[in-house]
């Protein structure tokens, strides 16, 4: 793959006419489960309501502004290139109804009386022509983002910090696993105008460098754990939470639970594309992987930041194998 420059173009103001395709061509392919459903752009904007300020009734930032915001920055990113419509997960409805309907049993309620926005979104958008391959599996560049109600302050007036969280990175697509690290995620984007908001997506598609993820991925295929030292991590692991806080300095933060390392544990023999060889040895480049699927049950609001752990970890790793630096979940 060839070295990706974000030079902004103009392009034409018809985003139809300059590879977004439509909605039938969209990445359905579920990149997480827990706890949420699928729902279109189209389905946003048309049907849930938009949450105000309370103090002076003033709209919040939407999902769908959000999403669509990305959008158009990607689009004049990559102009030339093919990119899907959005994939959105959406969790946690905050249901309400029309003042009308306010005595009515709710098996009486129409749908017209009912209201609902949902407090967490993620969405990706898939730019299948930027790709590679890394040890068989195919791999294509996304983009997407992060929306939590929760994390604003709604009791108050419109100008309050507004919170987003946007990532670059790749997915797999033989089992739609997404691989972030720390170089293509802004977690703590705080904003109190739309113009804002897209400036820093903006400076995170200008800074991000795809090209060295790549090598970065490909650079786990070199690596293997044998049986034994896999064994080590999953108990290095599962130690690691109970560790006093003054023991953790220096150490790769791991932000996995037991639910997801046993996941882990039972992949390793029974995944399909990931499990270890006939000789018991796996390679990072399947361990990454046993670790971003198990990541896949994670809520929303903590996805890309257990997405970088897992990174991070693995690249530990790698390095203590490569006797660049110790590994204190090997060592």
Same mark, same amino acid.
């Given at each position: 793959m060839e070295e990706l420059m974000l030079t902004p173009v103009n392009p034409p103001e018809d985003m139809d006419a300059i590879g977004l395709m439509d909605d039938t061509h969209s990445s359905e392919r579920i990149f997480i489960q827990a706890n949420t459903i699928r729902a279109t752009l189209h389905e946003i904007k048309s049907q849930h309501v938009i949450p105000v300020f309370l103090k002076d009734n003033e709209c919040a930032i939407s999902h769908g502004d959000f999403i669509e915001t990305v959008m158009d920055i990607v689009s004049r990113s990559y102009y030339g290139e093919q990119i899907l419509r959005p994939s959105v997960r @959406?969790?946690?409805?905050?249901?309400?109804?029309?003042?009308?309907?306010?005595?009515?049993?709710?098996?009486? @309620?129409?749908? !017209?009386?009912?209201?609902?926005?949902?407090?967490?979104? +993620?969405?990706?958008?898939?730019?299948?022509?930027?790709?590679?391959d890394i040890d068989g599996n195919p791999v294509t560049f996304t983009v997407g983002g992060v929306k939590s109600y929760s994390q604003d302050n709604l009791y108050n007036r419109k100008g309050?910090?507004?919170?987003?969280?946007?990532?670059?990175?790749? *997915?797999?697509?033989?089992?739609?696993?997404?691989?972030?690290?720390?170089?293509?995620?802004?977690?703590?984007?705080?904003?109190?105008?739309?113009? *804002?908001?897209?400036?820093?997506?903006l400076n995170l598609l200008l800074?991000?460098?795809?090209?060295? *993820?790549?090598?970065? +991925?490909?650079?786990?295929?070199?690596?293997?754990?044998?049986?034994k030292q896999f064994a080590q991590l999953i108990g290095r692991c599962r130690m690691y939470q109970y560790l006093p806080q003054k023991e953790k300095e220096g150490i790769e *933060?791991?932000?996995?639970?037991?639910?997801?390392?046993?996941?882990?544990?039972?992949?390793?023999?029974r995944d399909n594309s990931f499990c270890r060889t006939s000789d018991r040895d796996i390679n990072l480049w399947k361990l990454y992987?046993?670790?971003?699927?198990?990541?896949?049950?994670?809520?929303?609001?903590?996805? @890309?930041?257990?997405?970088?752990?897992?990174?991070?970890?693995?690249?530990?790793?790698?390095?203590?194998?490569?006797?660049?630096?110790?590994? !204190?979940? @090997?060592?």
């Open positions: @959406l969790s946690h409805p905050i249901k309400g109804r029309v003042p009308d309907a306010k005595d009515k049993p709710v098996s009486q @309620l129409q749908e !017209w009386e009912k209201t609902v926005y949902y407090e967490r979104m +993620m969405f990706v958008i898939e730019i299948p022509s930027i790709t590679d309050a910090d507004e919170h987003f969280k946007v990532f670059a990175g790749f *997915q797999n697509r033989v089992c739609t696993n997404l691989s972030v690290w720390s170089d293509g995620l802004a977690a703590d984007i705080r904003v109190k105008t739309p113009e *804002q908001l897209r400036n820093a997506i800074s991000f460098n795809p090209v060295d *993820q790549i090598h970065w +991925m490909r650079s786990l295929v070199e690596y293997s754990l044998s049986e *933060q791991l932000l996995f639970g037991d639910q997801q390392i046993g996941t882990v544990c039972r992949d390793y023999y992987n046993l670790f971003t699927g198990a990541n896949k049950t994670t809520y929303i609001d903590q996805f @890309l930041e257990r997405s970088v752990s897992a990174s991070r970890l693995v690249e530990g790793i790698r390095d203590s194998l490569s006797n660049t630096r110790s590994s !204190w979940f @090997l060592n």
